[in-house]
T-cell receptor
């Protein structure tokens, strides 16, 4: 069964450093998403991406965050200058069409720890 | 914020049916109702979705009220592997997760 893969599974970084979280969505999918989950809290929407541009973003997704699809397979989330409160699980997801119409597939997540 | 309402937790015994309720009284006429679940230490996983008619798949059944203001996810025979947080989402173009229902399954 096709799956969304995320790397690394765990990333530790120092406060103020830049991090890039990587995702390989399912190959025929056109819509891509990033979510985060702070330990013990709910899954929060960050951003959706379609046709090489951001479709929608949440209030969390401020100027410190950016997304990119640098080639035909990868989808990345960059945090420019990490803060302690960025520590969380980050999930990438993809779907064939808008999630209103079809299912989204999630990766296993990257645990980001900012120290 | 999520616009659905679910009980915080439910319990079931193994091999018994489980009915997980959800209220989505503000759902628009064209939005599907989606259910996802999150197993411990994993990413969310799609379970089922529907618009008006009841739906079945290999994982579960979805019963949608005639007025579409509520729905019920039915696990026909709960297993220990079904222990998870179940999310009901009245979806637009992005999935907004609420706090969901934590299902515990006892042997």
């Amino acid at each position: 069964e096709p799956e969304v893969t995320q790397t690394p599974s765990h990333q530790v970084t120092q406060m103020g450093q830049e991090v890039i979280l990587r995702c390989v969505p399912i190959s025929n999918h056109l819509y891509f998403y990033w979510y985060r989950q702070i330990l013990g809290q709910k899954v929060e929407f960050l951003v959706s991406f379609y046709n090489n541009e951001i479709s929608e973003k949440s209030e969390i997704f401020d100027d410190q965050f950016s997304v990119e699809r640098p080639d035909g397979s990868n989808f990345t989330l960059k945090i420019r200058s990490t803060k302690l409160e960025d520590s969380a699980m980050y999930f990438c997801a993809s779907s064939e069409t808008r999630t209103g119409l079809t299912e989204a597939f999630f990766g296993q997540g990257t645990r980001l720890t900012v120290v | 914020d999520a616009k659905t309402t679910q009980p915080n937790s439910m319990e079931s015994n193994e091999e018994e049916p489980v009915h997980l309720p959800c209220n989505h009284s503000t759902i628009s006429g064209t939005d599907y109702i989606h259910w996802y679940r999150q197993l411990p230490s994993q990413g969310p996983e799609y379970v089922i979705h529907g618009l008006t008619s009841n739906v079945n798949n290999r994982m579960a059944s979805l019963a949608i009220a005639e007025d579409r203001k509520s729905s019920t996810l039915i696990l026909h025979r709960a297993t220990l592997r079904d222990a998870a947080v179940y999310y009901c989402i009245d979806n637009t173009d992005k999935l907004i997760f609420g706090t969901g229902t934590r299902l515990q399954v006892f042997p």
